[in-house]
């Protein structure tokens, strides 16, 4: 036991999908036994997790009687209520049944549609039972490949009507249940309905009930776009709408690899961790961190408990550095601002007449202002060796 190792106020999550992950991929079957939901449970306890999240069919197999999904459910709770486990998370698995081929909400069939809103409502009903408070949706077959199938604008307006009917039906259940959209650009389908958590932040404006809606941002998606994960996740934030996030690994240009937290992009993890812990000053983020991610398929059932622990642990460590960093006088240095109260007066706010025309007559040598160096090198270096742990 080191100061890294998870606390239960760290609300660190996994999914039962995640630890549970049997090492299958598209070119081998599984590699370790299944295990069980509950032995899951335990295992996360023991590793000092906080919450475990599920799909509805990760927990009650598909087509179960409700007499078989009422004995699993309780037994799943009493082991919830031994280990104090809590389900902070649940979604539902709208991309497995082969009926999804054609996607859930946007398929064009409509009895494939109304079979994908009952299924979510039963699984809302299931997470609500079970605690969750935030409701997941990924579209994992919502895409194409022939996209002359239909028309991608019918795609949105299908999407937006299931969410407005499940917005509405959890406000009639009197629910306490938010909602957190995943994007992904590709993969399983060729091109993905709102493909990045920008596509997503502006879809969620025009809901009816967007105000119980946000995002729920994955590492591997936004960067298998090649995109930077911290500016989406930024932009979330100050919009209000981090309502959860999934983390793991990925590399630029791969198919999802949802690896170990931190495992190939770390100063990228480093500046996620200190954008959701606040560390330079900015409001932190106070939900669950979720690890959607799983173990080498090389591991047995104890690697896997490797692999979970190491998500925690370099999270924590990163969490360490990221206020070492911003404690550093020389970084704090190095990052201040020139303030300059009149012209920041000029530029908040909003326009006047009399703003423009100050603004006009403001002083600006653009030759000096231009030649001077911006020290970003020192500062980047700096924060290198700060996560290099060279700097304490
Ligand atoms: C699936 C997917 C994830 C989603 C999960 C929630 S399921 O593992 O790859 O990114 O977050 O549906
Ligand atoms: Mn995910
Ligand atoms: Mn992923």
Redesign the pocket.
């Known amino acids: 036991m080191d100061a890294f190792d998870p606390r239960p106020e760290d609300k660190f999550s996994f ?1 039962l ?2 630890v549970g992950n049997p090492g299958r991929d598209p070119f081998g079957g599984p590699v370790r036994p299944t295990q069980d939901a509950c032995e899951i449970v335990r295992g996360l306890a023991r590793c000092g997790a906080w919450g475990v999240n599920l ?1 509805d069919e990760d927990l009650v197999p598909f087509g179960s009687s409700a007499a078989e999904r009422d004995r699993i459910v309780g037994r799943f709770q009493r082991t919830l209520a031994e280990t104090g486990l809590i389900v902070p998370m649940a ?5 497995s049944p082969p009926i999804f081929k054609d996607g859930a909400f946007t398929a064009n069939d409509p009895r494939v549609r109304a079979f994908a809103l009952r299924k979510t409502m039963d699984a809302i009903d299931l997470g609500v039972e079970l605690g969750a408070r935030i409701y ?3 579209g ?1 077959r919502e895409g194409t490949e022939a996209d002359a199938c239909r028309d991608p604008q019918e795609a949105l307006k299908r999407f937006r009507e299931a969410l407005d009917f499940l917005c509405a039906y959890v406000l009639d259940q009197g629910y306490d249940l938010r909602f957190a959209l ?1 994007a ?1 650009p590709n993969e399983p389908r060729c091109d993905m309905y709102l493909p990045t958590t920008g596509h997503m932040l502006h879809f969620i404006e025009t809901l009816e009930h967007s105000t119980m809606v946000g995002v ?1 941002p ?1 590492v ?2 936004e960067t298998m776009a090649g995109l930077s994960f911290t500016h989406g996740v930024a932009q979330a934030m100050e919009a209000g709408k981090l309502f959860h996030i ?1 983390l793991n690994g990925q590399r630029i240009g791969r198919y ?1 690899q ?1 690896l170990r937290f931190g495992s190939e992009d770390l100063k990228q993890a480093f500046l996620l961790v200190r954008l959701l812990e606040g560390t330079a000053g900015t409001e932190a983020y106070g939900g669950p961190r979720h690890f ?1 991610a799983h173990a080498y398929r090389s591991e047995d059932v104890e690697g896997v408990w490797d692999f979970a622990r190491g998500c925690m642990r370099t999270y924590n460590i990163l969490r360490a550095r990221a206020r070492c960093f911003d404690a550093d006088p020389e970084v704090v240095e190095l990052r201040a601002g020139r303030s300059e109260p009149e012209i920041d007066a000029l530029l908040g706010g909003g326009y006047g007449a009399e703003k423009a025309a100050a603004l006009r007559e403001l002083e600006c040598d653009v030759d000096a202002i231009a030649a001077r160096g911006l020290r970003y090198e020192r500062l980047d270096q700096v924060m290198m060796e700060h996560l290099m742990g060279v700097r304490a």
């Open positions: 999914g999908w995640t799909h979604t539902t698995n709208l991309f997941v949706f990924w994992g995943e992904k729920n994955e591997a998606h999934d999802d949802d959607d």
